[in-house]
């Protein structure tokens, strides 16, 4: 509609958007292809920010649909997805779009805001609306599983967790710098994500980020008595949870905390459980 408002004045740079955007349409969505070396890439980024619409309205508001029968920690906690039960697991559907301002939006979808910290700047990436399912299992498991490259869970504001793995030929310290100011960004798909403590989740505290794909639930740095992890409840074990009562779960539940390893708060690293499965 804006576009219609103003034609007599952007005339020329919209008919040239069109010219730009033409070979785009018709190349599938990976349209800022792989590696995160970017120079010349940039440019791509920048004429697609021009003509992309699918991320637009997805900062300040969002569409929340929970099963009545899901367990209340999730019922009452994630929003910005539909979730439903399914046989033994819950089906967490998602876009993944954050639910705040960044600069990895489109510059066109008023969500977008510079808020790069200082020292960091964008990879080549745009934020895009993604469809990705994630089946958890309801009664996880103790099996153990290793986390991959990809979505290993889901915070309670839709967007996809990664493990503290970077992209392949990447480093994590090297990605880290390029994450918006709520630590997370784009992968060249446009599917925005979180390696490490999100901080419009959590920050420094023992807020609920969300769910493993394992079905065990991950809390931020402290327990809900502010105390350190392995303090006054037991040591985390090597994928960073343990098992004790927790009140926003009403039970002793195996969870995950954000860990402090090597100067990096991550969220995970392997599965407790054996984790479900994703589609993207
Ligand atoms: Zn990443
Ligand atoms: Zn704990």
């Not at 089946?135 to 493990?163: C, D, E, H, Q």
């Not at 992209?167 to 390029?178: I, K, N, R």
Request: hydrophobic share 30%; glycine share 8%.
């Amino acid at each position: 509609m804006k576009l219609k408002n103003q034609i007599t004045t952007i005339r020329i740079m919209a008919l040239l958007s069109v010219l730009f955007a033409l070979p785009f349409l018709f190349s599938g969505c990976d349209l800022v292809s792989s590696d995160d070396s970017d120079d010349d890439t940039t440019l791509l980024s920048l004429l697609l920010l021009t003509n992309s619409t699918s991320s637009s309205g997805g900062c300040n508001s969002c569409v929340t649909n929970n099963d009545s029968s899901l367990p209340a920690w999730i019922k009452d906690n994630f929003t910005c997805m539909t979730i439903t039960v399914s046989g033994g697991n819950y089906v967490f559907s998602t876009s993944d779009l954050p639910p705040y301002s960044s600069g990895y939006y489109s510059t066109s979808s008023g969500c977008y805001t510079n808020d790069f910290p200082s020292g960091n700047s964008a990879n080549p990436n745009v934020i895009s609306s993604q469809n990705i399912t994630l089946t958890i299992p309801a009664t996880p498991n103790t099996s153990g599983s290793t986390t991959t490259t990809g979505p290993m869970g889901v915070g309670v504001n839709g967007v996809v967790l990664f493990n503290e793995d970077a992209a392949p030929g990447d480093t994590l310290s090297a990605e880290l710098d390029t994450m918006d100011s709520a630590n997370g960004h784009p992968t060249d798909i446009g599917m925005y994500h979180y390696h490490t403590e999100p901080y419009k989740l959590t920050n420094n505290n023992s807020a609920l980020v969300g769910i493993a794909l394992d079905g065990y639930p991950i809390f931020g740095r402290l327990e809900t008595d502010s105390s350190t992890p392995g303090t006054s409840t037991p040591a985390l074990d090597a994928n960073g949870g343990h098992t004790h009562v927790h009140s926003t779960i009403g039970s002793s539940i195996y969870h995950y905390h954000v860990e402090n390893t090597s100067n990096n708060l991550i969220l995970l690293e392997d599965f407790h459980g054996s984790k479900g499965s994703t589609t993207f």
